[in-house]
């Protein structure tokens, strides 16, 4: 029995999946397979790939925020046990896929931004567009928040992660001011206090984004120790795949694009010797073979409806 569609994105009051489309394409759902949705959020691929794998196929689907959990509990119960949630980390898909009795899988997909619910809903802290005290914790279990990093780590230790995961130029000049404006409690306390930094500097007023944004990015990946998280989850998605299975990746800056495209390039690759050695040692074979060799990203329609899409990019390996 077919099920009845629902509105896309926002018309039903939910996060737009970004690169839809295209991620079915690379996935390609059949009926009977089992796919895994690494990043749920609130169901928007997951929905798409159980409706395009008709009455037998099955996905698990992923998340650390308990709140946009409950929410794809709730739009995919029509699916029944067809829809496995699992909560937590991709960093821990293999563990999570064991203890519901999966140990392969026919495609995965690994949306790595948030949604428009993490900016716009209260409660998280992630946004400069509300004021709200600083959190930016996917998982409320954990205990390190964005208010403790910035309250409580050293100047320059505050300036080196702003600058490699913010990759804000202005990196020192912010930590100085942040550190200056102690206790920093909320949101739009934060931004305040970058603003002053980046308006000091110069050439700040030619910036395109708000001055706050690359600070904010680097909390967030802090945080919730994203890049960490994406190498776990990478080496444990190709494990996890049938041969054939794609893996489809979609980041949305440079540096979780970078080790996306590194893990792809490494894993593909045959020998991974230090160059100059007279032969090879480490005994490595290709797992995957790179199905995009550049990246896909947002038509303009898409970017037109969705503009939060327009950072988007995908890239797809198949496990041989």
């Known amino acids: 029995m077919a099920h009845q569609a629902e509105p896309e994105g926002d018309a039903a009051g939910f996060h737009q999946p970004v690169l839809l489309q295209e991620a079915l394409d690379k996935l390609s759902p059949r009926d009977g397979g089992i796919y895994l949705d690494a990043t749920v959020g609130e169901g928007g691929h997951a929905l798409a790939m159980l409706d395009r794998s008709e009455q037998g196929g099955r996905v698990i689907g992923i998340d650390r925020d308990s709140r946009s959990m409950a929410l794809a509990i709730q739009r995919l119960s029509q699916y029944g046990l067809r829809f496995i949630p699992a909560h937590g980390s991709y960093s821990q898909m293999a563990e999570l896929c064991q203890v519901n009795g999966i140990s392969q899988v026919d495609g995965i997909l690994m949306d790595l931004g948030f949604s428009s619910r ?159 050695l007279p032969e090879c040692v480490c005994g490595h074979e290709p797992r995957i073979h790179r199905v995009t060799r550049r990246v896909i990203k947002p038509s303009p329609e898409e970017t037109g409806r969705n503009p939060r899409s327009r950072s988007a990019r995908m890239r797809v390996a198949q496990r041989l």
Not at 219 to 239: F, K, M, P, Y
Request: proline fraction near 5%; charge should be neutral.
């Open 118 to 276: 993490h900016i716009e809903a209260p409660g998280y802290g992630f946004s400069f567009q509300r004021d709200e005290p600083l959190d930016m914790r996917y998982d409320q279990r954990q205990s390190l928040t964005a208010a403790e990093i910035v309250n409580a780590y050293g100047q320059e230790e505050l300036a080196s992660l702003i600058f490699r995961f913010g990759e804000e130029p202005r990196s020192r000049s912010i930590a100085r001011e942040i550190v200056r404006s102690r206790p920093v409690a909320t949101t739009g306390e934060l931004a305040q206090s970058v603003a002053r930094a980046v308006t000091r500097s110069r050439g700040s007023s030619h910036r395109r984004i708000h001055p706050a944004t690359r600070t904010f990015q680097a909390l967030r990946i802090a945080v919730n120790s994203e890049l960490e998280h994406l190498e776990a989850g990478l080496s444990q998605a190709i494990d996890l795949l049938t041969p054939g299975g794609n893996l489809v990746v979609i980041s949305y800056h440079s540096l979780e694009d970078r080790m996306v495209k590194n893990a792809f390039t490494n894993e593909a690759a045959g020998c991974i010797c230090p160059p100059g």
